[in-house]
């Protein structure tokens, strides 16, 4: 979306006046409450600082980002491939269909115990649960762009000769690219959400680590909510940089006007 | 290459499963004609009547219930490199730029041949100035250029061109039409191109073959022994649409008749 120049400074100073006042009645109402356990804003940037000054912060950080990479990457690996070919021949699609429709529904979360077992205590839970948030999308919508991919491709890259792998390469994957990459976006999305739920369990860093600890220790409700604040921050992080990619030309084509 | 036709039909029939129990679909029945090398050939016909269909079996997309087309002497089999099609609608792959989609049939070439290849065709298709563009910043009109650049520089003996202008709007067409017999009068390719415009037939054509309604069979071909360029004010050129629509059955005046005036007395 692009928006005229007098507006462009509407787009980024009405969010930020929205935050603002949030804040403001945030702070209000813990004062008014007189509740001592709710953190008020300020307390929380100070648990923000104390934690950066006591280098949890760097850790913890980069502890969730690790996990979500090597699980979002296997999935990328694994459900890109597997997306083209069930979208592209007819049997395997018969075959493995109804199992991901199956599958799909089931909340990351509800394997927790399985991983447990599996994976015992160590990064592979995590990991493995983020996978399985992130390899369904993935795949569902590699599936779909293969399917909805325009007939005058293929037929245009079969005139000229291509062989299967060269249509592979050179039209279904360009061509399904836009899509997949909006599967990607959301799948990263949920493997960010599905971070914090891993690590609450049997994990001893991380922002889901962190936010679990902290309510452990009673009275450190800033901290809480400081690992909230960076989850969102580091969410929307992700999400702008792989918007980024949807600008590139070989793909802007796909994302109408 | 071999002495006969170029491209020849002989009693082909085609027709679809119908829905439900309707019965098959009979597109097409018994269509024959040949096209001689070099030559420049119309298909017309009323809307429906399975031009279309006709080009997709010859171009080897679509295999015949019956009857068969060859292509310098060989049965179509499938697609071919040496005969490329021409679609109606935006064939252009939006993931390349203009020069990569001229380049996309040359992939059994050496980067020297590749690069003059493309240069020769920009020239020709007028897409100087436009190599490194994206096919979304084009309008309709020049990216029916660089699909028509991408089927030349595959190098095919005969073009297949299915409604390539029908898009475009009217001065447009009447320029790609000029352009396209510069560039055939160049490159000598056969070209097969159906369109459902007469005017266009005509004003393209070496010979016009006439398809009736579904179930269609060639209902007449008539030669345009017009030489080019072709004035299109010129009564020869006007006889020769007549025809065209005469073949077609259709009226070359619009209208009714006016009520007479009456004069008072």
Not at chain 2, 31 to 46: K, N, Q, T
Request: hydrophobic share 50%.
């Amino acid at each position: 979306m692009t928006a005229p120049d007098g507006e462009r400074r509407w787009a980024v100073g009405l969010p930020l006046a929205v935050g603002a006042l949030l804040v403001l009645v945030w702070d209000l109402s813990v004062r008014l409450s007189g509740n001592e356990i709710y953190p008020k804003p300020h307390e929380v940037v100070a648990g923000i600082v104390e934690l950066a000054r006591k280098g949890l912060l760097v850790k913890y950080v980069v502890a969730s980002l690790f996990r979500v990479t090597v699980g979002f990457g296997l999935a990328l690996l694994v459900g890109i491939p597997a997306g083209l070919l069930l979208g592209w021949f007819h049997r395997l699609y018969f075959a493995f269909n109804p199992l991901i429709q199956v599958l799909r529904p089931i909340s990351p979360i509800a394997w927790i115990p399985l991983a447990i077992l599996w994976f015992e205590v160590d990064d592979r839970a995590p990991i493995f649960l983020i996978f399985l948030a992130s390899v369904f999308p993935i795949t569902v919508s590699a599936m779909a762009a293969v399917q909805n991919i325009q007939q005058v491709y293929i037929r245009a890259a079969r005139n000229f000769g291509l062989g299967r792998l060269e249509l592979f390469r050179r039209v279904i994957f360009p061509a399904t690219l836009p899509q997949v990459l909006t599967g990607v976006r959301i799948a990263l999305g949920v493997a960010w959400l599905v971070v914090v739920a891993a690590e609450m369990v049997a994990i001893n860093s991380g922002l889901g680590y962190l936010i679990i600890d902290a309510r452990n220790a009673g009275k450190s409700y800033h901290l809480v909510v400081a690992g909230m604040v960076m989850i969102g921050l580091i969410g929307l992080g992700l999400d702008l940089l792989v918007r980024r990619l949807e600008r590139f030309d070989e793909v802007r084509w796909g994302y109408g006007r | 290459m071999s002495a006969g036709p170029a491209v020849r039909v002989s009693d082909l029939w085609v027709s679809f499963p119908g829905k439900g129990t309707n019965g098959a679909i009979r597109v097409l029945e018994g269509v024959s004609f040949d096209v001689r090398r070099g030559e420049f050939v119309c298909i017309v016909g009323p809307s429906g009547c399975g031009k279309s269909t006709l080009l997709n079996v010859v171009a080897g997309f679509l295999p015949p219930t019956r009857g068969t087309a060859l292509v310098e002497g060989e049965p179509v089999r499938g697609p071919d490199p040496r005969r490329i099609f021409v679609f109606q609608e935006n064939g252009v792959f939006p993931w390349l730029t203009v020069r990569q989609n001229i380049e996309f049939g040359l992939h059994r070439r050496s980067g020297a041949d590749r690069a003059a290849l493309v240069a020769h065709y920009v020239e020709m298709a007028g897409l100087g100035g436009f190599e490194d563009a994206w096919p979304r910043e084009l309008s309709g009109g020049m990216k029916q250029r660089v699909e028509i650049a991408r089927a030349l520089a595959a190098g095919p003996d005969v073009l297949y061109m299915d409604e390539p202008f029908g898009a475009l709007d009217f001065l447009t067409r009447l320029k790609m039409r000029s352009d396209l017999v510069r560039i055939w009068q160049e490159e000598r390719k056969t070209i097969l191109f159906v369109t459902h415009d007469l005017e266009e037939a005509v004003q393209l054509a070496d010979r016009v073959i006439v398809l009736g309604p579904r179930p269609a069979g060639v209902r007449e071909t008539v030669p345009i022994e017009l030489p080019r360029p072709r004035d299109l004010d010129s009564p020869a050129y006007l006889a020769a649409r007549d025809r065209i629509f005469a073949a077609m059955g259709v009226s070359v005046r619009v209208g009714g008749e006016e009520p007479r005036v009456r004069s008072s007395p």
